[in-house]
Every structure is written in C-alpha cells, then in structure tokens.
C-alpha cells in the first residue's frame, strides 16, 4: 500500500502504558539509496520471523529510481509507502512515517509494536536483531533504546542514529514532539525524551560492519 504525503502530525493515542508492547514496525526513510534499502528490505523477510508486523518507508523524492523499486515492494505487501515529491529531509521524513502509523492505531486494549526505527543503509544479519533489543528494553523498563556514542559537536553522550527502537505509548507524545529538520533530529528527540523524563536505556547491536545489525 502506498500513500501521499500526510501534513500534520498524529500522536499516538491514549493507551494503558503499562502493558508490554509486541511485535515491532521498521520504519526508514530512503533518499537516493535504491540498492541499499532494496537490501535493508530482503534482509528484513529474511532473518526476522513473526516479531516483524510491518515496513513503513518513505521516499524522499528521489531519483535514482527508488520509488519504481519501492512502488513494486509495495504492490507485493512488503511495505507501507510514503512518496514524498521533494527531499522533506531525514527528520521530518521520520515523523511523517511515524505519524502514520499513529494515525492508523486505536490504541484498543493497549496493543502497539515497538516502532525500529533504521537508516535505509542498515541490513539485519541475524535473527535476533529485533528480539535482542527489545529485550533489553523491556528489561530496563526503557521506551527509547539506542546505541550510545559521544557526539563531539554537542559533547556530551547522545544516542546514534542508525537505530532507535522507540514504544510509542510513551515516546511519541506531542509533549516530546516529532524530529526536527537538519542538525541532529534523533539526539534533538533524545534530549526531549529526557527533558520530560521518558526512560532511556543504551544498547550494542553492530557488528563488525558498521551498517550491519
């Protein structure tokens, strides 16, 4: 199923916060990296198992015939697709995704997935890729978990932004707000996660290659 561009934003609705989320959404935004999230893609049918509910991308108006590959996907089930006819850049492209996801949910009984959120250059290699995370998540008690590093333009310790594995319930509120355009929107978002308190946990998932998971 694909989509046109949503203006506005949808927060997710009301829920009972203490029930665990299940399963996870993979939402990416691809700018020009046709045989990347082709792969990112492949790779997410071919080592996740039930956990995986769904894909949702956006295409940032690109041309190098991503959205003819992304358009087919969609066409066979494989995704969701957001076709954006200009670049909306990467933090507003996430929130868009985000907010559709939001706009769909009821909320009923407490049911949500986590949201895995991921650059359109990762691939997953392992089939322990979504669960391991979410693990320690539910662990830590965490509703935003990534992969810490020291950010030098900020100097302090932000999460990357390769990988974000968010529980809506309690991270995507308009209290927090979306993720902005330019600068950091993922250590933006961060920092207002913390600002009201949403609890943060840090967790490892690369391995050797820097775009592998």
């Given at each position: 199923m694909?989509?046109?561009?949503r203006?506005g934003i949808?927060?997710?609705?009301?829920?009972d916060?203490?029930?665990?989320?299940?399963?996870?959404v993979v939402?990416?935004?691809n700018?020009?990296?046709k045989r990347?999230?082709s792969?990112?893609?492949w790779?997410?049918?071919?080592?996740l198992g039930?956990?995986?509910?769904s894909v949702?991308?956006?295409?940032?108006?690109?041309?190098d015939?991503?959205p003819?590959i992304?358009?087919?996907?969609?066409?066979?089930?494989?995704?969701?697709?957001?076709?954006n006819?200009t670049?909306?850049y990467?933090?507003?492209?996430?929130?868009q995704?985000?907010s559709h996801?939001?706009s769909?949910s009821t909320?009923a009984?407490?049911?949500?997935?986590?949201?895995?959120?991921l650059d359109?250059?990762c691939?997953v290699?392992?089939?322990?890729?979504?669960t391991?995370p979410?693990?320690?998540?539910k662990?830590?008690?965490a509703?935003l978990?990534?992969e810490?590093?020291?950010?030098?333009?900020?100097e302090e310790v932000r999460?990357?932004?390769?990988?974000?594995?968010m529980d809506?319930a309690?991270a995507?509120?308009?209290?927090i707000g979306?993720?902005?355009?330019g600068?950091?929107p993922v250590?933006?978002?961060?920092?207002?996660?913390?600002?009201?308190q949403v609890p943060?946990?840090?967790?490892?998932s690369?391995?050797?290659?820097?775009s592998c998971?």
């Amino acid at each position: 199923m694909s989509s046109q561009v949503r203006e506005g934003i949808s927060w997710w609705p009301s829920t009972d916060s203490s029930i665990e989320p299940s399963g996870v959404v993979v939402v990416s935004v691809n700018y020009n990296t046709k045989r990347l999230v082709s792969m990112l893609l492949w790779s997410l049918y071919r080592f996740l198992g039930p956990e995986l509910r769904s894909v949702v991308l956006v295409d940032n108006g690109s041309s190098d015939g991503s959205p003819e590959i992304l358009q087919a996907c969609a066409r066979a089930g494989l995704c969701e697709l957001i076709l954006n006819s200009t670049n909306r850049y990467h933090g507003p492209g996430m929130s868009q995704a985000l907010s559709h996801c939001a706009s769909r949910s009821t909320g009923a009984h407490g049911d949500r997935p986590w949201f895995w959120l991921l650059d359109s250059d990762c691939v997953v290699a392992r089939p322990d890729a979504a669960t391991e995370p979410m693990s320690a998540a539910k662990a830590a008690g965490a509703a935003l978990l990534g992969e810490a590093a020291w950010n030098r333009w900020h100097e302090e310790v932000r999460l990357r932004g390769y990988s974000l594995l968010m529980d809506p319930a309690r991270a995507w509120r308009p209290e927090i707000g979306p993720f902005v355009e330019g600068g950091d929107p993922v250590g933006d978002f961060e920092q207002s996660c913390r600002r009201v308190q949403v609890p943060i946990a840090t967790f490892h998932s690369r391995r050797a290659d820097s775009s592998c998971i």
